[in-house]
């Protein structure tokens, strides 16, 4: 083998030891952050000055901002609310792996510095709570709204059929696309199990392939009318909350628990109507 040639296999294969850290492959450089705001449903969530979301919301985080995060609520006759978040913490397993597999190469540790792989939001920090290694729940108690407001009635209406359930998000699923973009809507339906259709608060349908997708998130607040189907005859009825094409799926059923489910087991997913 010539010698030029060896040379371009050592370059290429201490490229590839620098781009495949461990820390960002396990967890990467990004965090899944679900806002909620009890109680108050049409409350306007803002994250450092940018607009969320009404009342819930759900976002990517950089982990290394995981200390930056400034929440604004805002809703019609009451106070505007500021919530910060100031403190991040280690991800003690992300650092001993990245120490560990970079001997030889101090490139995986200086990759995961600069891309922040190594944090992840304190849990100590009042709202904060974490659901598993990529997904943290963020509660914002909010007191704008209280007895020593003047807040007008609104006029007397006469209702002539049930109102809906205020606390249902019409538009709860958001898809995290592989081409770092994101899409709100509500899954309207599945197709051939390879692709489906989303509906936007515009009324915009849109159609997506389980190839472009990365992952998707939905409100536990949603409708529960999904059904999954499995191969063994099984039936689950409730909310898909987490979805990653090709790999499983969560369904949280009507008894509150929440059940993992491999897509190799599934026959079909549909919906009610």
Known sequence: MKLTTIKNLVSIFIILSVVTSCGTIVGGSNYYANIIVPKHPNAEIYLNNRLIGNGNAFVSVKRKDADKLTFIIKEQGCNDETKYFTTKSLRGFAIAGSIIFSLPYLA???????????????????????????????????SGC??????????????????????????????????GGNSKGKIIERMAGDSLKLKNSFGSTFIYSNNEIDFIKTDKNGTPNDIVYLKNKQ???????????????????????TITINMDEIEKISKHH
């Open 108 to 142: 995986y540790v200086i990759v995961d510095l600069a891309t922040g792989a190594f944090y992840k939001p304190d849990i100590n920090e009042n709202g904060v709570e974490k659901e598993d290694y990529k997904n943290f729940t963020y509660v914002l108690n909010y």
């Open 146 to 179: 209280n007895s020593n407001l003047e807040i007008k009635p609104e006029p007397e209406q006469i209702v002539t059929a049930p109102l809906p359930n205020k606390n249902v998000n019409e538009f709860p699923t958001t898809i995290f696309l592989l081409n």
């Open 235 to 257: 039936i689950f009825n409730g909310i898909i909350i987490e979805e990653t094409p090709k790999k499983d799926l969560k369904i949280l059923v009507e008894t509150g628990s």
